[in-house]
């Protein structure tokens, strides 16, 4: 089982920054991928940013350049750096983690319970 408990969501005016962090803990083979995903009031969860294991990057379209995601490993813990935040960026942001079991090695992935982030003036 894995507990994933994020952090650092909150109000901020438009243009400004905020940093997320997700840590992961519990029992598990290894981390394969670290994920954020947002969920605007009234809209479907969507992807924001993934971090593979191998350090490969993904981003949406609408935060590339803005957002970084990033870990720190010994604590399993992924970041994400948001910039220049504008109000179409509130929403509740999940961190989603991908790991491989103990027994078995198998795939699975888990979800925070999510922090809110509104970004308005």
């Known amino acids: 089982q894995v507990q994933l408990v994020e952090s650092g969501g909150g109000l ?3 243009g400004g920054s905020l ?3 997700c840590v992961a803990s519990g029992t598990f083979f ?3 991928k670290m994920s954020w995903y947002r969920q605007p009031p009234g809209k479907q969860r ?3 940013a993934t971090l593979t294991s191998r350090a ?3 981003y949406a379209d609408y935060v590339k350049g803005r957002f970084t ?3 720190y490993d010994p604590r399993n813990i992924v970041y ?3 910039n220049s935040l504008q109000p179409e960026d509130t929403a509740t942001y999940y961190c989603n983690v991908e790991i491989l079991t103990l027994v078995g090695r198998m795939i699975r992935d888990y979800w925070g319970k999510g922090t809110l982030v509104t970004v308005s003036s």
């Open 80 to 82: 994400l750096q948001m």
């Open 56 to 58: 490969s990057t993904d």
């Open 30 to 32: 290894s981390i394969t």
């Open 19 to 21: 940093r997320l962090s």
């Open 12 to 14: 901020v005016q438009p």
């Open 69 to 71: 995601i990033s870990k």
């Open 46 to 48: 969507e992807m924001v």
